[in-house]
């Protein structure tokens, strides 16, 4: 039974990782806030449309 919520945290950390790590850092928001956000609400719904809203950086 334990063992259900350290999976669930490490997912959760994973994800928030994946989220920030490919979406956000290309982005104006950064990789920082969106980590921020990710682990406020939840990686994959909320940090996700706070990231795709954000507007792409100029220089890449």
Excluded: D
């Excluded at 104006?28 to 792409?56: D, E, N, R």
């Amino acid at each position: 039974m334990n063992y259900i919520w350290i999976l669930i945290i490490v997912l959760y950390i994973v994800l928030t990782h994946l989220v920030a790590k490919y979406i956000g850092a290309k982005r104006k928001i950064g990789y920082g806030k969106t980590v921020f956000w990710s682990l406020l609400f939840s990686p994959i719904i909320i940090a996700l449309i706070i990231a795709k809203f954000s507007p792409l950086n100029e220089k890449q």
